[in-house]
């Protein structure tokens, strides 16, 4: 099968006052029509940054696409012109963004910020977008949507914001959906209410779906394909099956032993150290100074990534270790 979204070689730097930042580097993936695939990894590993990228929506001057290629449908989203660029954005590609406060206009009801979209893209106004409008909040299960899309974002919560958000990602029906943190600050329930809307709509409109998650709980339910990012780079893939129970990296291990529910009511476990300063990356693995079965040539080198499985990859020189 032919992949909706390949993402090649990807890197992305940020120039500083103390000098370039790499904050995604060499990432390849690929998600196929009808997928989610989910990007996981603790803050700061470049999850948003490549997600961000994909679209070119990076503060321009700032960031920096050193190498790479997104193909969307064979076509290359980085070479395209910015009024070709505005075309994609919204229509073939919808984006939930991590803050919805902050990506909703505060100054405008969410009403007039959905049929925006409809107008640029569709070329829908009038009363008939009004009524694409009502259409799509109800759709998404807000409750008397004639009401609400007359309303500002400060008047939601942030469920009801991110259903807007969700709202305005699937009005031109796209093909890919960017659910950057979808839940981020939901309580539990709601939590799972988006979610499984995302699943619904994604089976009726038949769409890929590029989730960024640090939460394995949420991946377990919804992604069948998972990559595991760490200081910018891949260090593993897989179908999630694999990946969460028979992980061939110690950082996804690592991951998975801190989301261990402890029945005894012990200190769960952890990663110890902390997650190198971009500015200071060392020479070799960079998960190395905090791994347990790190050696001599895991400080010197980048390890490759490589086959270890069925259609499951890891950069690590001792992943044949952990298969035992």
């Known amino acids: 099968?032919?992949?909706?979204?390949?993402?090649?070689?990807?890197?992305?730097?940020?120039?500083?006052?103390?000098?370039?930042?790499?904050?995604?580097?060499?990432l390849s993936f690929a998600v196929e029509r009808g997928q989610t695939v989910a990007l996981v990894g603790e803050s700061g590993s470049g999850k948003s940054t490549a997600a961000l990228s994909l679209l070119r929506l990076l503060p321009a001057g700032a960031a920096r696409i050193a190498s790479g290629r997104v193909l969307l449908?064979?076509?290359?989203?980085?070479?395209?012109?910015?009024?070709?660029?505005?075309?994609?954005?919204?229509?073939?590609?919808?984006?939930?963004?991590?803050d919805p406060m902050m990506a909703?206009?505060?100054?405008?009801?969410?009403?007039?910020?959905?049929?925006?979209?409809?107008?640029?893209?569709?070329?829908?106004?009038?009363?008939?977008?009004?009524?694409?409008?009502?259409?799509?909040?109800?759709?998404?299960?807000?409750?008397?949507?004639?009401?609400?899309?007359?309303?500002?974002?400060?008047n939601l919560s942030g469920g009801m914001r991110q259903r807007v958000m969700m709202a305005m990602a699937l009005a031109c029906r796209p093909s890919l959906l960017i659910a950057d943190e979808p839940t981020t600050a939901l309580d539990v329930t709601v939590q799972?209410?988006?979610?499984?809307?995302?699943?619904?709509?994604?089976?009726?409109?038949?769409?890929?779906?590029?989730?960024?998650?640090?939460?394995?709980?949420?991946?377990?339910?919804?992604?069948?394909?998972?990559v595991v990012l760490y200081a910018g780079r891949k260090v593993e893939e897989g179908p999630v099956a694999d990946i969460l129970t028979r992980p061939r990296h110690p950082y996804t291990a690592g991951l998975l032993r801190a989301a261990q529910w402890r029945e005894d009511g012990g200190r769960l476990a952890e990663i110890p150290g902390t997650v190198p300063s971009p500015h200071a990356m060392p020479p070799g693995c960079a998960f190395a100074p905090r791994c347990a079965l790190a050696e001599e040539r895991c400080?010197?080198?980048?390890?490759?990534?490589?086959?270890?499985?069925?259609?499951?990859?890891?950069?690590?020189?001792?992943?044949?270790?952990?298969?035992?």
Not at 7 to 18: G, K, N, P, Y
Not at 76 to 91: I, N, W, Y
Not at 141 to 148: G, H, I, S
Request: contains cysteine.
């Open 104 to 154: 909703l206009n505060p100054v405008y009801t969410v009403g007039r910020q959905i049929a925006e979209t409809l107008r640029l893209h569709l070329g829908v106004g009038g009363a008939a977008a009004e009524a694409r409008v009502v259409e799509l909040l109800r759709r998404v299960q807000v409750p008397a949507p004639e009401q609400r899309m007359r309303q500002y974002p400060h």
């Open 192 to 226: 799972a209410q988006v979610l499984s809307l995302i699943d619904e709509l994604k089976a009726e409109l038949g769409m890929a779906v590029l989730l960024i998650t640090h939460d394995l709980g949420v991946v377990w339910e919804t992604a069948q394909r998972v």
């Open 73 to 98: 449908d064979g076509r290359d989203l980085l070479a395209l012109s910015p009024r070709d660029l505005r075309d994609v954005r919204g229509a073939a590609v919808g984006m939930i963004f991590q």
């Open 299 to 324: 400080r010197q080198a980048v390890p490759p990534t490589i086959g270890v499985g069925r259609d499951h990859l890891a950069a690590c020189f001792r992943s044949a270790e952990m298969a035992a």
């Open 1 to 26: 099968m032919t992949a909706l979204l390949r993402v090649e070689d990807l890197s992305v730097h940020f120039a500083t006052a103390r000098g370039t930042v790499r904050a995604v580097e060499g």
